[in-house]
């Protein structure tokens, strides 16, 4: 990655949210660190970026306490997976927590907050697509959920989606952004290398992009 590519994504971002009447600085970009060694993410926080993405707690604990010495103002999100027996880790080294899905995660994260005095935000992960094989709660199952995270005192700040692989994005992304709007949230977590110019102009407050800033993962 250089510094010119964050630049250039910086200027697709603006664009996009002026298209949509919206501003720059209404729009996070989370650069999406999964896979890539301390070398490759240290130019990024050099040029500036501070908000950063990981899949998985084991290689974010491995990786980031070294890095935050030297930047102690990154902000750190989990936006994969998070198996329950993994929440006590997660609480303490991320900042936003992507992936709320299911109660049982709801009371685990609830659970570990209150033993770290530490409330990091998060988002709940929508199945926007149905898809059997991903993660993210079915869209019938948001307002339990979203009750139940608000009675276990999660602070919830929107939704997040990860739309099927093969169809256009835009109408999961309007969907997305029309359950956030019914349930009063303001967050919308959706759009990746691919289209986050389409999730900005759609309302995207935070973009998860990867392979556009670092090049194609191993
Ligand atoms: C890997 C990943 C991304 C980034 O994907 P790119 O296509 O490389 O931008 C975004 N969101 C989630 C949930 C991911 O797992």
Redesign the pocket.
């Known amino acids: 990655m250089t510094a010119s590519t964050l630049s250039a994504i910086d200027s697709s971002i603006t664009r996009a949210a002026r298209l949509a009447g919206r501003q720059r600085g209404d729009v996070t970009l989370?650069a999406?660190s999964?896979t890539q060694p301390p070398e490759a993410i240290e130019p990024l926080l050099a040029a500036g970026q501070r908000d950063f993405?990981e899949?998985r707690v084991q290689e974010a604990a491995a990786k980031w306490p070294a890095l935050r010495e030297a930047y102690p103002d990154v902000t750190l999100h989990l936006?994969?997976q998070l198996q329950s027996n993994k929440a006590d880790e997660a609480v303490a080294l991320f900042d936003v927590i992507?992936?709320v899905d299911r109660p049982s995660l709801v009371t685990a994260l609830a659970r570990a907050m209150e033993k770290a005095g530490r409330r990091p935000d998060c988002f709940v992960q929508i199945n926007i697509g149905d898809e059997e094989q991903k993660g993210g709660c079915a869209i019938a199952e948001l307002p339990a959920l979203l009750a139940a995270a608000r009675d276990a005192g999660l602070p919830v700040v929107g939704l997040?989606c990860?739309p099927p692989a093969d169809l256009a994005p835009a109408p999961y992304f309007a969907l997305l952004a029309k359950l956030a709007r019914e349930q009063g949230l303001a967050g919308l977590s959706m759009g990746?290398?691919?289209d986050?110019e389409t999730a900005v102009t759609i309302g995207a407050t935070h973009v998860?992009?990867?392979?556009?800033?670092?090049g194609?993962?191993a």
């Open positions: 989370i999406v999964k993405g899949n936006i994969g992507h992936v997040m990860l990746m290398s691919a986050y998860r992009v990867g392979s556009a800033l670092f194609p993962r």
